[in-house]
């Protein structure tokens, strides 16, 4: 792991703006980074109990991946296609059985995947059972966050590809983890663009001038340069200054009183306290801080601030179509003021969501002009440059050995 300054990360030379536009770099990507990557999909609370199920979508390699918690505690991972005539055996985004049924023949199947059932056997001949379970995906649980690898046989282990991301993060306290509030928009511009929208704070002076601009700047700090930037492998951390100060104005009424930390439990406000104390959470402790990008590659924000953690991701759809998904863990309100702080907190970050999203597509039909072939970026900007170069690598890597070497931060 590397820990330095932005002007020691900053790279000579701008980053090219092809990789937003091209279809084949996009084909690429879909091969070489997401074909071979191991894709944070989501938390194990999502299937709790046994039979309980969820499916996941990548678009990108045109597969929906079917998680269950089986009988045994184990969860596993699946094709959501039937190995019979390659329906796709669950219709629903989520819910829980003890066994799966395909609608279309009925075929049937144990939540270990091992086929259960089959109508009029008898006219398979020499049918193998034992060889028509549902097709496999490869899934590890790291902290709870669930990973999937579309390889055959992957290339690397979930150890060696998180690195040393898992000692960084390792042992936080997920608040809330069994409860998100989900937002999810479908955009049309190329999914790296709406991952750099996320991951800087140089933009919140002009795009969120009103709603985040008084916590995240100062007198002192006015365009919000970053506290600590570090390169984690091919995953990445960036620690934003916060006006410590900060505090809403006499006239900010209805702010002033979500504001008020009286209105959380005393359960909750030790586990805040607790989150807050670990490492790397606020990794400077410093007292101007506000949230840290924690950037899992190739396309999740793992963040966190001072009331909890979130995620934002970035699924690819097409070259320029994107699915992004925002969760928000919150918690269920213990009392009305509770309720209260919640829905004040989750009406902000829809607001300041929605202000980023409102300028993505234009930066699309910018890129698309071919008006300009770079970005400029500074130094707060910096982890845009090391996600960039490290998607080039396993875009153009022969392997994921390849890809991988020399991971750190230049």
């Given at each position: 792991m590397s820990v330095m300054s932005p002007s020691e990360c900053l790279p000579a030379g701008a980053v090219p703006l092809e990789p937003y536009r091209s279809q084949a770099l996009f084909e690429a990507e879909k091969t070489n980074l997401f074909g071979r990557a191991w894709l944070l999909v989501g938390r194990e609370e999502e299937v709790a109990k046994s039979g309980d199920f969820v499916v996941k979508q990548v678009e990108i390699l045109n597969a929906a991946a079917l998680i269950v918690r089986g009988k045994d505690g184990v969860v596993r991972a699946f094709y959501n296609v039937c190995p019979h005539r390659a329906n796709q055996v669950v219709w629903e985004d989520r819910g829980s059985t003890p066994i799966f049924v395909c609608r279309y023949h009925n075929w049937s199947f144990s939540t270990d995947g091992t086929v259960r059932g089959v109508p009029d056997q008898a006219a398979f001949p020499g049918l193998d059972k034992s060889k028509c379970g549902l097709p496999p995906i490869h899934l590890?649980?790291?902290?709870?966050?669930?990973?999937?690898?579309?390889?055959?046989?992957?290339?690397?282990?979930l150890?060696?590809?998180?690195?040393?991301?898992?000692?960084?993060?390792?042992?936080?306290?997920?608040?809330?983890?069994?409860?998100?509030?989900?937002?999810?928009t479908h955009l049309k511009c190329n999914w790296k663009i709406v991952a750099d929208a996320f991951a800087e704070a140089y933009h919140i002076p002009a795009i969120h001038s009103?709603?985040?601009?008084?916590?995240?700047?100062?007198?002192?700090?006015?365009?919000?340069?970053?506290?600590?930037?570090?390169?984690?492998?091919?995953?990445?951390?960036?620690?934003m200054y916060g006006y410590g100060n900060y505090a809403p104005r006499d006239d900010q009424h209805v702010e002033k009183l979500a504001f008020n930390p009286a209105?959380?439990?005393?359960?909750?406000?030790?586990?805040?306290?607790?989150?807050?104390?670990?490492?790397?959470?606020?990794?400077?402790?410093?007292?101007?801080?506000?949230?840290?990008?924690n950037y899992v590659f190739p396309n999740t924000h793992l963040d966190a601030n001072a009331l909890g953690f979130f995620t934002h991701q970035f699924w690819p759809i097409s070259v320029n179509e994107t699915r992004h998904e925002a969760r928000f863990y919150v918690g269920k309100p213990m009392n009305v003021r509770e309720r209260f702080a919640i829905e004040h907190r989750m009406a902000h970050a829809v607001d300041i969501v929605l202000e980023d999203l409102s300028n993505v597509e234009r930066t699309q039909r910018g890129v698309n002009s071919r008006g300009t072939d770079?970005?400029?970026?500074?130094?707060?900007?910096?982890?845009?440059?090391?996600?960039?170069?490290?998607?080039?690598?396993?875009?153009?890597?022969?392997?994921?050995?390849?890809?991988?070497?020399?991971?750190?931060?230049k």
């Open positions: 590890e649980i790291w902290d709870g966050w669930m990973f999937l690898n579309f390889q055959r046989q992957p290339e690397i282990s150890d060696d590809y998180l690195g040393d991301l898992k000692a960084y993060l390792g042992g936080i306290e997920y608040i809330h983890a069994h409860d998100a509030i989900v937002i999810q009103v709603s985040l601009k008084p916590r995240f700047a100062s007198q002192d700090n006015p365009f919000g340069r970053p506290l600590d930037i570090r390169g984690i492998g091919p995953h990445g951390v960036n620690s209105h959380r439990s005393e359960e909750g406000r030790a586990a805040i306290t607790r989150f807050n104390q670990h490492p790397a959470v606020n990794p400077t402790k410093t007292r101007d801080w506000s949230m840290d990008v770079y970005m400029q970026l500074s130094e707060s900007e910096i982890l845009i440059q090391h996600a960039a170069d490290h998607i080039a690598r396993w875009t153009h890597a022969a392997s994921v050995a390849d890809a991988m070497a020399g991971a750190e931060m």
